[in-house]
């Protein structure tokens, strides 16, 4: 063995080796054994693709103490992992964190809230004859269109032709549906537009009336559009740049207080009544006609307010609503060209043998054509070639009232 000299180092290799080591233990204590540094490290791709190393702590999962040792230190920088809820279950083999009551009750008001204001939305859109008045627009000279509708194929057909090329901006539209159909969800809802629904009954002027005097609706507006949909239309030329409603409403003035589509002779002269255009003064004389004192009650004109449970009594609402208004003093008008042929039309209608002209070749050995009256009788087969190519045309041609009113 080799002795060193002695400057403090006069001891062996072992006794120093042995002293350093029961001084480390006495100041630091025992240590755990050193794991292989390469644990660590570990290798992570960053968000970018690049591969970078990452020092992990060495602290792992610590164990639940025995009894009688004392926990270990929990690093407080380290957020703990979320427990489950108290109403955590497992169902169908996955977990399942069912909500609390709480949750579960604001989920089923929130439901209910929305169904009712779905059901709530349909409801203003087809709303009794009350609802009629919830049009945005106020009582200025914006005409009032009443369109009467009752479910067939024809008339469906002529509805989706109307929607498309009849509406516009500048007049206020209430389409009246009697009876149940789908086709109001084909129209469009819309600040001027409004739907009511109501029973078949009536025929199409007790419909008129009915939606006309609830609430006094007709009073806010001055001028007035009523049709129904057994006319198909508007049909205009390339070259025609006005509105059809215009073309109806600017043919009333202060003498002419009613103007429709085509005249029927029998069995006396009358406006026929699939469009009517009128202004107050002739909605007030076909809701509330004046007495006739040479008439008993019984036999007094009722005009067009009333419910017609029988065709008869609609068909003679129909034909008297025009004696009411040259009875009050004023002049019937319509738009086929035959009516303007002479001033006599009136009074000498009948004497041809001309009756209603709206049959396939009863119109002076001719038909109506749709660009003398904007609109065609589509329920009587009348040229029915002509009814399909100018419906195919206008459809083709994109033409929107939106555009010319």
């Known amino acids: 063995m080799r002795r060193t000299k002695a400057t403090g180092r006069g001891t062996t290799p072992v006794v120093w080796w042995m002293t350093c080591y029961w001084a480390r233990m006495f100041v630091y204590g025992p240590q755990p054994p050193r794991k292989n540094a390469t644990a660590h490290l570990a290798l992570t791709v960053a968000a970018t693709g690049s591969i970078e190393k990452e020092n992990k702590s060495l602290q792992t999962a610590s164990p639940i103490p025995a009894a009688g040792k004392e926990a270990p230190v929990v690093n407080p920088s380290v957020p703990k992992p979320a427990l489950p809820s108290a109403a955590s279950n497992i169902q169908g083999g996955g977990a399942h964190i069912a909500a609390p009551d709480s949750e579960k009750e604001a989920a089923v008001e929130k439901s209910a809230k929305a169904k009712e204001a779905a059901a709530t939305s349909t409801k203003a859109r087809t709303p009794k004859p009350t609802a009629a008045k919830g049009l945005s627009t106020p009582p200025t000279d914006r005409p009032l269109v009443l369109y009467a509708y009752s479910e067939t194929p024809n008339a469906r057909t002529n509805l989706i ?47 008129y009336a009915e939606v006309l005097t609830t609430d006094d609706f007709y009073k806010a507006y001055q001028r007035f559009i009523l049709m129904n949909a057994s006319i198909r239309g508007p049909f205009l030329p390339a070259w025609a740049s006005g509105c059809w409603s215009d073309m109806y409403l600017g043919k009333i003035t202060d003498k002419v207080k009613l103007v429709g589509m085509t005249g029927n002779c029998q069995p006396i002269f009358h406006v026929q009544s699939m469009i009517w255009a009128t202004d107050r003064t002739g909605i007030e004389l076909l809701l509330h006609p004046p007495a006739d004192p040479k008439l008993p009650a019984d036999k007094q004109e009722v005009g067009i307010n009333s419910c017609f449970h029988t065709w008869e009594t609609a068909v003679h609402a129909e034909v008297y609503a025009t004696q009411i208004i040259l009875a009050a003093g004023y002049e019937a008008s319509v738009m086929m060209s035959a009516f303007h042929s002479k001033k006599t039309f009136v009074q000498d209608c009948d004497k041809g043998g001309n009756g209603d002209a709206l049959w396939n070749g009863k119109y002076y050995g001719t038909n109506v054509h749709p660009y003398e009256t904007v609109f065609m009788k589509s329920n009587r087969d009348i040229d029915p070639i002509l009814m399909t190519r100018l419906t195919e045309w206008t459809d083709g041609g994109g033409y929107s009232s939106y555009d010319h009113c």
């Open 161 to 207: 032709f109307f929607l498309a090329h009849g509406l516009h901006q500048n007049a206020d539209f209430v389409f009246v549906m009697n009876g149940k159909s789908s086709a109001t969800d084909l129209i469009p809802n819309k600040s001027n537009i409004r739907i009511v629904q109501r029973e078949n009954d009536c025929y199409d002027l007790g419909a």
